[in-house]
Every structure is written in C-alpha cells, then in structure tokens.
C-alpha cells in the first residue's frame, strides 16, 4: 500500500466516524442558511488576476517530513500571507497525516482573512463538502487518483451546488482525461502522491495537455521565483507552494521576499 492509498482507506473510516458524531442532515442545517447569503470569493478569478499567482499554504506537517511547524498559528500565519501579498491560500484539513483542521480555515477567517481559501484535504465524500462550506473554504481540491472518473464527476456538481469552486488535481498524463468534468482550476501536481517524491518537470511536461481555457495551477515543489517564472511562461497561473515558506521563521515575510523577487 501507498501512501495515498493509506491516507484515503483512513480518510473513509474518519468521515464514517464524522457522520456518526454529526449526522448528515445535522450538518445541512448549518449550511442551508450561507447558501442564502453571498458566494466565497472566487479562487479562479483571483488567481488570474494576480501578478504573482501565488496559492501559500498553511501546512504545519507532511507523512514524508514529519512536522514542519508544529507550533504553527492558523490565527496568524495565513493573515500574514495575506498581508504579503498571496492571491489566495490553501489550509491543511486532514489531522492525522498533515496536522491540519477544518477549524482552522474558520480561525484564518476570525483573524481577518478575506482571501480565496482552498480546503485542502483528501475529499471522498459529499459530507467532506459541506465541512468545507461551513467552515468558510472557497475552493475544494478533488484528487483524481484517488476517485473514479463518476465519483469526481458527482463531487464536482456537488461542490458547485455549494457555491465552491474546484481545483481537480492530477499527476499523470491517464488523469488529464479528468480535466473534462468542468472543475474550476486544472491542477499538476509535481509530487507523486504514493512515493512523495517531488519533481517539478511534471508540469512543464503536462502543461501543454490541459485544455486551453483552463486556469492551470502548478503544486508542490516550487521553491524559486526564477521556476515560478518559467511555468507562467508555460500558461500556469496558479502555484501552490507551502513547506519553501512554512520551513522559515517568519512565513509571511519568506513570501514577500520571494514576491519581491519575481
């Protein structure tokens, strides 16, 4: 078994778990009520305005590192992306292998952020969706290795039903066939998900594959402006990009040194 394969045979157990502690129809009922009010900030949009397209992540551990800021702030790191100049963020929701939470995507929104959010988890069920809207995520990531083609295609109506948008992840060239099924961004991931080796040839070698139209984001990986410059070059206009600034002291400041340097 893979890593991947590890993360998502416990990611159903935990969602059964989830389901038990707040049923389903539970859960509804503190959604129904935002789904009245105004929809979470466009990520696509933002992204394709921004000069730098940055997507910084707030990711405090990984299964092949270990942690990497245990005593990382949600309350206070990604406001200071925000601060920085990122054009959207991405917030770890899996506990057990990321050390990440739901809780936080609403602690970084408490402390002042108004940015496009990605909730950043191993989405495999429907009720993953409704923890994402409620806890105020604009974006979801879909990962196609981990889902059918029918099941990603069922997420992806569902989350739009929601008012979020997608960001469908895939890694090889057999996954680009999911670029079909109308997610929001087309994303390539550069680390392989069952080794979590990392390469980022990986989208410079998918990148001219994606459909033309879409808003294609490059994940993982990126570690120089010079690399980010290059994949633009190449049509991204997304780069996701957590452990080059979560690994520094200051990682709102790691970011707008690196923004001032593209």
């Not at 935990?14 to 009922?29: F, N, T």
């Not at 993953?128 to 997420?155: D, F, P, T």
């Amino acid at each position: 078994m893979d890593i991947l394969d590890e993360i998502t045979a416990h990611k159903h157990l935990e969602v059964a778990a989830q389901k038990r502690e707040v049923p389903l129809r539970s859960l509804l009922g503190r959604v129904e009520p935002l789904l009245a009010g105004p929809k979470p900030p466009s990520m696509a949009a933002a992204l394709l305005a921004s000069p730098s397209g940055i997507i910084a992540e707030f990711k405090r551990k990984s299964p092949s590192k270990g942690w990497i800021k245990e005593e990382g702030e949600a309350a206070v790191i990604p406001l200071a992306y925000q601060r920085n100049g990122a054009a959207a963020l991405s917030i770890l929701a899996d506990g057990k292998y990321f050390g990440g939470s739901p809780d936080f995507i609403a602690k970084a929104r408490e402390s002042g952020v108004t940015l496009p959010i990605l909730y950043k988890e191993f989405v495999v069920d429907e009720y993953q969706l409704y923890m994402a809207r409620l806890c105020g995520a604009s974006a979801v990531l879909l990962i196609a290795a981990e889902l059918s083609k029918e099941e990603c295609r069922r997420l992806v109506g569902s989350a739009h039903a929601l008012g979020l948008e997608v960001l469908l992840e895939m890694h090889s060239e057999p996954e680009l066939e999911y670029a079909g099924l109308n997610p929001d961004m087309c994303g390539i991931n550069n680390r392989n998900l069952g080794t979590f080796v990392t390469n980022v040839e990986n989208s410079f070698r998918l990148a001219g594959k994606l459909p033309a139209d879409a808003v294609k984001v490059s994940e993982s990986g990126i570690c120089r402006p010079e690399t980010l410059a290059e994949l633009r070059q190449c049509g991204f206009r997304g780069f996701l990009i957590g452990e080059r600034f979560m690994k520094e002291a200051d990682p709102g400041a790691a970011l707008g040194t690196f923004i001032a340097k593209l």
